[in-house]
């Protein structure tokens, strides 16, 4: 009971700050989600630990995630991320001896699944930040075939789950969260020929995400694709319309909007400017493109929260409560504003 209105508790503040953060999230398809039933989230990876907040926090049904084992290292961090129904998934990237911790995770999934509950996954096995479908582990085919072998009685869907970000190296960006169309995992559990069907089930939910995302396959063509796409200014959320451009090669753009809220930024920075610094000396040591946005997330939301807060107390305890109330509306309307109207450019 605890355990679930902390969850609850936390998918509030995630959803509350991702509404500040994002210029835009477009969610498609929400009516493919059963109500009830044992349900696995197949999901695309482009942007880091962001994914899966914005598919939890835009999804009815409580969910557990496995996530990549690397995130578990810390022991306090391993137990809070349990609370938040968190589990590791380990690769061979961890060490061979590591992989054989996944028994005792797979079978906790069997468990959760035969229990009528919801999964979340990501197959491509890492974030990429390129903008293309990837090869799908068989990790995902392990917990479905495996929860219907110790009981076949149950029905398990599949939905595959697209995210498409506008830009996601730029604050604030647009992200387009896609449902798929429910895959029925009982048609393809044939033990005798079980290679072959783990085979079509990827295949399929391939063929899907590469609808629900924006796809660009992965050949020689790639990077002047993606350079026509983003000197054209598309808004790529528009799944379905850039996925038609690339396939008949014909890219019709946006003009550049002006920024009518670019005179806000200073407001924003000189009231932020310890966050602002904090945020700068940790950028510069991110490695990983794909977690520039996470970083960026995770640290403005609780330094810029804390410096709200302690700035709040200080005008009110100076002047009045009203004049603190009015700082902290004020403040976080400018961000508002420059997150909701900030133009949602390619570049």
């Known amino acids: 009971m605890l355990k679930t209105l902390w969850y609850n508790l936390f998918k509030f503040l995630i959803k509350c700050s991702l509404f500040f953060y994002t210029r835009r999230i ?7 989600i059963p109500k009830k039933g044992a349900v696995l989230f197949v999901v695309n990876h482009p942007n880091g630990l962001i994914d899966p907040l914005i598919v939890a926090v835009n999804n009815p049904r409580a969910q557990h995630f496995l996530v990549r084992a690397a995130s578990f290292k810390k022991p306090l961090i391993k137990r809070f991320l349990g609370t938040l129904n968190l589990m590791p998934i380990y690769r061979m990237r961890d060490g061979v ?3 054989g911790n996944n028994k005792d995770v797979f079978e906790k999934c069997f468990t959760l699944l035969n229990n009528q509950n919801a999964l979340m ?9 390129r903008r293309t479908i990837r090869n799908l582990s068989k ?12 009981n076949p009685s149950l029905l398990i869907h599949i939905i595959p789950v697209g995210l498409t970000y506008q830009n996601p190296s730029i604050y604030p960006s647009s992200v387009c969260l896609h ?13 005798l020929i079980i290679n072959s069907e783990i085979k079509r089930l990827k295949d399929v939910i391939t063929s899907q995400l590469k609808t629900l995302s924006v796809h660009i396959p992965l050949d020689e063509n790639y990077e002047k694709t993606l350079a026509k796409l983003t000197a054209a200014n598309v808004d790529f959320t528009k799944v379905e319309r850039v996925n038609l451009m690339i396939t008949s090669t014909i890219i019709s753009g946006r003009e550049k909007k002006v920024n009518l809220v670019s005179f806000i930024k200073p407001f924003i920075l000189l009231n932020s400017i310890v966050p602002w610094f904090i945020w700068k000396h940790t950028e510069s040591k991110i490695n ?4 520039i946005d996470t970083f960026r997330y995770g640290i403005n939301t609780i330094t810029v929260s804390v410096n709200f807060m302690i700035q709040t107390f200080l005008v009110s305890y100076f002047y009045s409560w009203l004049s603190g109330i009015i700082y ?12 909701k109207f900030h133009p949602n450019s390619a570049k």
């Open 97 to 99: 001896k590591q992989l």
């Open 328 to 339: 902290l509306a004020s403040s976080l309307l400018l961000i508002l504003l420059y997150s």
């Open 288 to 291: 990983e493109f794909e977690f």
């Open 139 to 150: 990790g995902f085919s392990r917990i479905v075939f495996g929860a219907l072998e110790r």
């Open 179 to 191: 449902y798929g169309t429910p895959i029925l995992v009982n048609d393809f559990y044939k033990p």
């Open 121 to 129: 996954i990501f197959p491509e096995g890492s974030h990429d930040k």
């Open 26 to 32: 477009i969610v498609k398809g929400k009516e493919n």
